[in-house]
C-alpha cells in the first residue's frame, strides 16, 4: 500500500513539475575517518548509500534536479557498511543502481561547496541531508549547516534529514533555532547501541542524539528498531534510519507540494 501511495505521488509531481527547473540540494558529508574511545580506534565512515541514493531517486523521479554540496566542495565518501545488502531489503537493484551512480556521475563526483550552496540558497525548493556517522565529524562543526538551515527554515522551504542528520538542528543556537518545538525523529537510543556496539565496535565523540534533540527542546518520536519510520511537522521531514526511505520520500515529497502550491500562488 505504501508502495502504491508513493508511486501515486512521483507520477503526480512528474506531471507537475517536468516543466520547472527546480532543484533540491543535498548536503552530504565529505568525511572519511571517524574516532572512536577518545581517539584510540579509526574506523572508516561517510554517507550511508541508501539514505542518499533512495531520497535522490524520489526527488529525481519526481521531476527535481539535484545538486550536491559538500564542505570544500569534495567528493563524498560512501560508508562501506552502507554497501551491505542487509540494508536494502527487496531493493538489491536499487542498490546495484546508486552503486553504479556513485561511480560514474559526473554530478556526484564533482559537488559544490557550501559557501557556493550558501549563494545559490535562493535557487532550491528543498534541502536533504542523508545519514550516516561522517556527518558527525564534519558537518556537525561546520558553521555553514546553521546558516542554510535557517535560510531554509526562514523560507519554509521542505527541509529533509536522515537518520544521524537531525542532529545538525543542534547546530542553531537555541535563542535563534526555528525548529524549537518541531516534532522530530532521528536514529534512537537502541539503535545508537546496536551500531557502536555491534558495528562499529566503538563509541564516536558526538552521539545521544535523541537526547540532544530533546535538551534543546524538540518533541522526539520513535518507532523500533529497523522500522519504516518518519515523522513531518510542518516543512521539516525527519526520518530514523537506513530502513525508512519509503517513509521519508512520501512525507517529502508531500512537504515539497506543500510548498510548490504556496509559493505559486
Known amino acids: 500500500m505504501k508502495n502504491i501511495t508513493l508511486i501515486s505521488i512521483i507520477m503526480l509531481f512528474t506531471t507537475y513539475c ?30 550511508f548509500l541508501n539514505e542518499f541514493y533512495l531520497a ?6 519526481a521531476g527535481y534536479k539535484v545538486e550536491f554540496a559538500t564542505p ?15 540494508y536494502w531489503k527487496d531493493k538489491l537493484e536499487i542498490k546495484n543502481e546508486a552503486l553504479v551512480f556513485i561511480d560514474t556521475s559526473t554530478q556526484f563526483k564533482n559537488p ?8 545559490r540558497k535562493a535557487q532550491y525548493s528543498g534541502l536533504i541531508i542523508p545519514g550516516g556517522q561522517g556527518l558527525m565529524v564534519d558537518l556537525i562543526y561546520d558553521k555553514k549547516i546553521p546558516i542554510l538551515l535557517k535560510h531554509f527554515a526562514d523560507e519554509k522551504k521542505p527541509t529533509g534529514l536522515i537518520c544521524h542528520a537531525p542532529i545538525l538542528i543542534t547546530t542553531i543556537p537555541k535563542t535563534e533555532n526555528p525548529y524549537i518545538g518541531f516534532k522530530v525523529n532521528a536514529v534512537s537510543p537502541l539503535e545508537e547501541f546496536v551500531i557502536e556496539k555491534f558495528i562499529m565496535k566503538g563509541k564516536p565523540k558526538n552521539r545521544k542524539i535523541a537526547k540532544t534533540l530533546r535538551r534543546l527542546g524538540l518533541k522526539y518520536k520513535r518507532r523500533l528498531p529497523k522500522a519504516n519510520f518518519a515523522v513531518k511537522d510542518r516543512h521539516l ?8 526511505g519509503d517513509a521519508f ?11 510548490t502550491i504556496i509559493s505559486e500562488k
Open 72 to 86: 570544500n566542495g569534495i567528493q563524498s565518501t560512501i560508508d562501506y557498511e552502507s554497501k551491505n545488502d542487509n
Open 56 to 61: 535522490y531517486k524520489s526527488v529525481t523521479d
Open 112 to 119: 559544490i561547496s557550501l559557501d557556493k550552496a550558501i549563494k
Open 18 to 47: 517536468s516543466s520547472q527547473s527546480k532543484k533540491i540540494l543535498f548536503v552530504m558529508s565529505a568525511e572519511d575517518t571517524i574516532q572512536l574511545n577518545n581517539g584510540s580506534k579509526l574506523r572508516q565512515t561517510g554517507v
Open 237 to 244: 521531514v525527519t526520518s530514523q534510519n537506513p530502513y525508512s
Open 249 to 259: 520520500s512520501i512525507l517529502f515529497l508531500q512537504a515539497l507540494s506543500e510548498y
